[in-house]
């Protein structure tokens, strides 16, 4: 059997943890410079605020029905989800974490247990030791456990948050409930064409031909039908190094100097860089962006990007920012109001299975320096420590105006008790 544990609105609920008073109250969080909606609260779904909203074409709204709105808070986010993965792991060793708010477990030779007292262990556990509130949905494959998991969620008065999917009967009433387009892994485009063809559920795909399937679904969506039908073909999945790394951001305002943009793809490209040594990857090639605000259309408007191969794969900082910077400066053009700009690093090799020049290899000239950067930064706070080209004072920083506290992992904020 599978379990796939499910944070309910993580998001909404690590707010909420450090802040009772949020209890039973709207909230929504926004995505990077305050864009737009990204996560909802069960009462601000039922205020008709919709996933992606646009934050200033709501406030209205969001000032009529009192609703919360944050800044993400990628810090706490992150350290409460590493706190919930790692009570998770008391449970069975066997895990995949598939997302900052997903987990599958793997529970195999239960077959003597009683699932659902497992499931209600692991809920009060992790709910007790994190305030984190989870559903678990149960089922012999992973598709399975998706759906049983919607279940949980939709109707935690009569399932406790646990449902287990361990029956014939009730895999066809699962899947006759769940809609198509709620299936994990049928995109909106599959969606509309089996919608066409007049499947509405699961239980209806199920019953579609294997070879109408394989041919317009490939062989993805065979093994889909596999899992729905009871037939587990995907089993857990070893964390995987990215095969490649962006780091792109919106300025809070248009820039028309080649010196300030020059600052923030220096940034961008150290951002990628410290990433790259996280999981021991070098790149081999790297691609520089800029763009003009689209949506200005009254303003002239020029978009280009440059791809750079590197003579030799690289992890430092040094060696990625200044070939960025070269290839900024030869897509840059005066005369326009630059909005975005990104650095993009791929073609990765393993840090120690990369090819060497026949004297010494760059990345030995820069590793003992990268090392010692990385541990003064990770121990005294990111971006401590910078090069040269980057500015100092943190001038660039991205728009967070409702950033709530990184009550976890920042000393100077956590909560302060009155006695």
């Not at 205020?47 to 074409?57: D, E, S, T």
Request: positive net charge.
């Amino acid at each position: 059997m599978y379990a796939l544990i499910d944070c309910n609105n993580f998001y909404a609920s690590c707010e909420r943890v450090f802040n009772p008073s949020l209890n039973n109250k709207p909230i929504v969080v926004l995505s990077n410079n305050d864009g737009c909606v990204i996560a909802r609260s069960n009462e601000a779904k039922e205020l008709g605020i919709p996933m992606g909203a646009v934050a200033y074409q709501f406030k209205e709204e969001f000032i009529k029905y009192h609703v919360h709105v944050f800044s993400s808070n990628y810090a706490l986010y992150g350290d409460m989800s590493n706190r919930v993965m790692s009570i998770l792991g008391k449970y069975n060793s066997e895990i995949e974490v598939y997302s900052i708010d997903e987990a599958f477990l793997k529970f195999k030779g239960f077959e003597k247990f009683n699932l659902s007292e497992i499931g209600y262990t692991m809920r009060t556990d992790v709910l007790k030791s994190t305030g984190i509130p989870i559903s678990i949905g149960f089922a012999p494959t992973k598709a399975l456990a998706k759906v049983a998991n919607k279940i949980a969620k939709k109707f935690p008065d009569k399932t406790h948050s646990v449902y287990i999917i361990d029956t014939e009967e009730k895999r066809i009433k699962a899947l006759k409930w769940t809609k198509i387009e709620d299936v994990w892994g049928i995109g909106r485009q599959h969606s509309n064409r089996l919608n066409r063809i007049g499947i509405k559920t699961a239980f209806d795909f199920c019953n579609l031909s294997e070879l109408w399937v394989k041919k317009n679904m490939s062989i993805v969506g065979t093994r889909l039908q596999y899992e729905l039908k009871g037939t587990s073909v995907l089993d857990l999945e070893d964390i995987q190094p990215k095969k490649n790394i962006a780091t792109t951001r919106s300025f809070e305002r248009n820039y028309t100097q080649l010196e300030d943009i020059k600052e923030r793809v220096a940034t961008f490209a150290t951002t990628c860089a410290h990433k790259l040594r996280k999981q021991k990857s070098c790149c081999k090639t790297l691609l520089v962006f800029i763009h003009t605000n689209g949506h200005r259309s009254e303003l002239p408007q020029y978009n280009k990007n440059i791809v750079i191969k590197l003579p030799f794969a690289s992890n430092s900082s040094i060696v990625l920012v200044e070939y960025a910077i070269k290839g900024l400066i030869h897509i840059f053009k005066q005369g326009y109001q630059y909005k975005k700009a990104g650095v993009i690093v791929m073609d990765f090799v393993p840090e120690d299975n990369m090819q060497t020049t026949l004297f010494q290899s760059p990345i030995l000239k820069h590793k003992q320096l990268m090392i010692t950067m990385d541990r003064i930064n990770n121990t005294i706070g990111q971006e401590k420590l910078k090069l040269a080209c980057q500015d100092i004072n943190r001038t660039w920083k991205m728009r967070q105006e409702k950033l709530s506290p990184r009550y976890t992992t920042q000393l100077t904020e956590i909560i302060t008790i009155n006695t």
